[in-house]
């Protein structure tokens, strides 16, 4: 391995595009301790710490959008502007003719895309940062508030232009965040984004570590929740091996379906005939399932929380708010954890609904003379294909749903802080494991056109 390792900055184009692509990812850390004007950040602390239900939003947002918003730096709003308006433009590939037939025209297309989904993050920028500094920067939780008193005006709050600079900060870094990417996409090495919130998901993991070893005593303590000992490092070691080595292979997992295609005689030579196969993916979904469910199960609480305060006291409506606010703001209750699963089932097809056509696949096969065996061209063969994919997707959701809740067991059955159990599962180590695979593939692919061997291989 290390011989393999050693090859690869041997090769100055590669060793350029691996230099290039920590550059940017130094550059996203140092940016992500510039800290925004006009805001005590030693306040900050105090609020984030709080109860405060945007502030557990906020938390639960950092892990997939390369984002702190409790830190309030200029990346604060991480990538995720970004990653919704692109999400925003694949589904309206799907549903509205005029983006499906930019997709149609290749480059071209896609470079149009690429610049409309540009001018829509300016735009969620823009909105998000305005609603963060109105109702987070300008809020004050339990008296505290996170403004400088010499910037404040006679109100409490900031004046306009004050507003503006913040927002205008924060966009103008989601923005820059965006540059960064795609100078990762076009010049280094690996997807600039997921590179990005990779980076901002690993770089939680020390602290994590520390925080583990500074509350776990080096004695034989059973496993008795809350009493970490040398068992509980040793379980969760092991945990942690098992749960990477399960996304691993589901991640890898495929259905190979077996084509056959046809001969054709050209003059005194046939061609064609080969067996080869149709792969398709146990996992079509990706991450993005478990990143939709965790995104709308953030809104309950915060939903709830502002209605409870219409509630008069004692009557039946606070009783039910009381209820539905346990139920959905405590991670480890099990109405939560039910609807988490019912969200990622739904989401899991929903979305292979959207990236897989059966019938455009069927359609393709067809005009390259390929046929699945025993099932004939056309709507047939399309009927098969969508049947195979909805039980594949059935365990592939089943898969998600099971590393999405497995935080939330460790964290009540061993109880150790949430933020360290969330690195056995969830969204952060679907991501880092999809993005490390799509790294060492592309390294590869440098690799083998030189002829040399593969990391993967042997």
């Known amino acids: 391995m290390w011989s393999k390792i050693r090859v690869i900055f041997t090769i100055p184009e590669l060793r350029k595009k691996i230099a290039l692509t920590l550059l940017c990812l130094a550059i996203y850390r140092v940016g992500w301790q510039i800290q925004l004007p006009v805001i005590d950040h030693e306040k900050v602390e105090v609020t984030s710490s709080s109860d405060n239900p945007l502030s557990s939003l906020i938390e639960k947002a950092a892990v997939f959008s390369a984002s702190d918003l409790r830190q309030a730096t200029i990346f604060g709003l991480g990538i995720m502007p970004y990653i919704s ?43 998000q940062s305005f609603m963060y500094v109105r109702f987070y920067v300008m809020a004050e939780t339990d008296g505290v508030g996170i403004l400088y008193d010499q910037y404040t005006i006679a109100s409490g709050g900031l004046s306009v232009f004050w507003q503006l600079t913040l927002v205008l900060t924060m966009t103008c870094g989601t923005v820059f965040l965006m540059w960064l990417g795609e100078q990762i996409d076009e010049f280094g090495i690996g997807n600039g984004i997921s590179l990005l919130i990779m980076a901002g998901i690993l770089a939680r993991m020390p602290q994590a570590l520390l925080e583990l070893l500074n509350n776990t005593s080096l004695e034989l303590k059973g496993l008795t929740p809350g009493q970490n000992g040398i068992e509980v490092l040793v379980l969760l070691a092991v945990l942690f091996v098992a749960v990477v080595f399960g996304v691993v292979f589901i991640t890898l997992g495929q259905r190979r379906i077996p084509t056959q295609s046809a001969k054709h005689v050209r003059g005194r030579r046939v061609y064609g005939g080969s067996r080869q196969f149709l792969p398709l993916k146990i996992n079509q979904g990706g991450v993005m399932p478990i990143i939709f469910a965790s995104s709308l199960l953030m809104f309950p609480s915060l939903v709830i929380s502002g209605l409870s305060g219409f509630a008069t006291e004692s009557s039946f409506m606070e009783r039910a708010f009381d209820w539905l606010g346990g139920a959905f703001g405590d991670q480890s209750s099990l109405m939560f954890n039910l609807t988490y699963v019912a969200l990622i089932y739904f989401f899991c097809y929903f979305w292979t609904a959207i990236t897989f056509n059966p019938k455009e696949i069927s359609e393709n096969l067809k005009d390259y003379g390929t046929f699945i065996p025993g099932y004939r061209p056309g709507k047939r063969t ?27 067991v460790i964290a009540a059955l061993m109880g150790i802080d949430p933020g360290i159990a969330s690195f056995y599962g969830g969204t952060g180590l679907l991501i880092a494991v999809s993005v490390a695979f799509d790294l060492v593939q592309k390294i590869d692919n440098h690799l083998l056109m030189r002829n040399y061997p593969g990391l993967l291989e042997g």
Do not use: H
Not at 89 to 114: H, S, Y
Not at 386 to 405: H, N, P, Q, W
């Open 85 to 127: 308006a692109s999400i925003i433009f694949q589904l309206l590939g799907t549903v509205w003719k005029p983006i499906e037939d930019l997709k149609k025209e290749g480059e071209a297309g896609r470079k149009k895309i690429n610049e409309y989904t540009r001018y829509v993050t300016v735009v969620l920028c823009l909105l």
């Open 382 to 408: 399309a009927d098969y294909l969508e049947k195979v994919m909805v039980r594949i997707t059935y365990v592939g959701a089943g898969f998600l749903a099971v590393v999405a809740i497995v935080p939330t």
